[in-house]
């Protein structure tokens, strides 16, 4: 006999997991049951694109076992009062029909709690023989080589040289504005990597000296794998010399490459557009309402304002002919001017096209940085050809009427006394001088410019 109900979904079944780091690797949007230990648990934050978001906060944190480690987030703040007293025991937590979703920064496989996830008391007993918190030891201690053997997020220590360093910056933006990072390269016998300093960590470090990254996370994006040093739980002491480290591959101060004597062969992804002031990155697009004249709307942060107030910018791929090879590199605003020798407003893929040739200097992202011109003279700005020649006259400058209604009485009113007070100068002409009669096309452009120059 068959049931009356529906069948679950392959969604809506969710998988049971003895180990934690079996659960990264379950199927996207699927379903997952797991025993762990919350490791970290943030306080409600607020997003910085909240504006676009029907969600107002969220909260998240790590929880790890005696196999890895992962992060977890809840977009529902009422629900972090019940989690942060199951983190202050201690003990193993059951998380129940928890959603499995990727991180579109990192890449990586994360758990998030949901309203119908239940988060409760384990009976399991989970021993944490890698964790700082244990009564043993701390994270097993790895080479740099290895870490591509590891999990996501997992902790680990390393013995390592640092061999450069960065400046430190502060975060402007983000949930985690006002921190301070720094990042250096350590390096070992086998490899080297990239380590960000977050806050406290960034004095404890010192160049070309050796020292002990305890508890340090792994961070992972595509293929490239580095380490930072999480919230808490993280410790830098200094260890014995290591004077055998392996070739520095890993820099922080890109060398850009040169392409000599390119010819742009084509353009694509071109646009020219208004610059949101507000946001500074969304583009302003033109409000076809009448209540607004000459207002646009930011496709990003849907903020209302003037189009004359906002600044032009543009955006091209490029695909550049060298010598002996083809190149697509991406421009901005400023390259692209640079390249045609003219302003934004006056920037078409035509003149981009024409454009001499030049020298390219790009970085590994395929993204121009500069160009240079040996012989530095000045393209000249040309428009481009056209079967069909405009006929339609030029507007008048300098007049500014409020209303389209004041616009057409202006026209008409100055149109009809241009022509009775030409057909008036011919009659005169033909009578008295018998001279050749004008246009009145040139005698309204002659009556007309000692008005513009009043106004």
């Not at 583009?283 to 849907?302: M, W, Y």
């Not at 003149?351 to 160009?371: C, G, Q």
Request: glycine share 2%; aromatic share 6%.
């Amino acid at each position: 006999m068959n049931s009356p109900y529906p069948l679950p979904s392959k969604a809506q079944i969710a998988t049971d997991y003895e180990r934690l780091c079996d659960v990264p690797y379950s199927p996207i949007a699927y379903r997952a049951n797991f025993h762990a230990v919350i490791d970290t648990l943030s306080e409600v934050k607020q997003p910085a694109n909240s504006f676009q978001t029907r969600t107002s906060c969220y909260f998240d944190g790590y929880v790890i076992d005696d196999t890895s480690r992962m992060r977890f987030v809840c977009f529902n703040a009422q629900k972090r009062a019940s989690i942060a007293q199951l983190a202050q025991a201690g003990e193993a937590v059951a998380f129940a029909n928890v959603l499995m979703k990727k991180n579109r920064s990192t890449n990586a496989v994360e758990a998030q709690i949901q309203d119908n996830t239940t988060v409760a008391k384990s009976p399991k007993k989970i021993d944490l023989p890698n964790h700082v918190h244990s009564k043993t030891n701390v994270p097993k201690q790895i080479t740099i080589s290895q870490l591509t053997d590891e999990a996501p997020d997992q902790l680990v220590t390393v013995d390592a040289k640092v061999v450069e360093m960065s400046e430190t910056t502060t975060l402007s933006t983000g949930s985690r504005a006002g921190s301070r990072i720094k990042k250096v390269v350590i390096s070992d016998s086998t490899a080297s990597c990239v380590l960000t300093l977050w806050n406290d960590f960034i004095q404890t470090v010192q160049l070309n000296q050796s020292y002990t990254f305890h508890s340090m996370a792994i961070k992972t994006f595509g293929d490239i794998r580095s380490l930072y040093t999480p919230q808490r739980n993280a410790a830098i002491t200094p260890c014995t010399e290591i004077s055998d480290v392996s070739p520095n591959t890993v820099t922080l101060t890109e060398k850009p490459t040169t392409a000599e004597n390119v010819s742009i062969a084509s353009v694509s992804d071109y646009v020219n557009y208004h610059l949101c002031p507000a946001c500074n990155s969304g583009r302003i697009t033109e409000v076809q309402n009448h209540l607004f004249p000459g207002a646009g709307r930011c496709s990003s942060c849907s903020t209302l304002t003037l189009m004359k107030n906002c600044q032009r910018s543009a955006y091209a791929l490029l695909t550049l002919s060298a010598e002996t090879s083809k190149l697509i590199l991406s421009a901005d605003a400023s390259i692209l001017t640079a390249i045609a020798q003219c302003p934004i407003p006056s920037l078409t893929e035509w003149a981009l096209l024409n454009a001499p040739a030049f020298d390219v200097i790009y970085t590994r992202n395929k993204k121009i940085v500069r160009i240079e011109r040996n012989d530095g003279a000045s393209a000249a700005i040309t428009t481009p050809p056209s079967s069909t020649a405009s006929s339609a006259p030029a507007p008048a400058e300098n007049i500014t009427p409020s209303k389209p209604n004041q616009t057409r009485r202006i026209a008409q009113s100055t149109a009809t006394r241009s022509l009775s007070e030409a057909l008036l100068a011919a009659d005169v002409s033909q009578a008295v001088n018998k001279t050749p009669v004008e246009s009145p096309s040139s005698l309204t452009q002659k009556r007309q410019a000692p008005k513009n120059r009043k106004k």
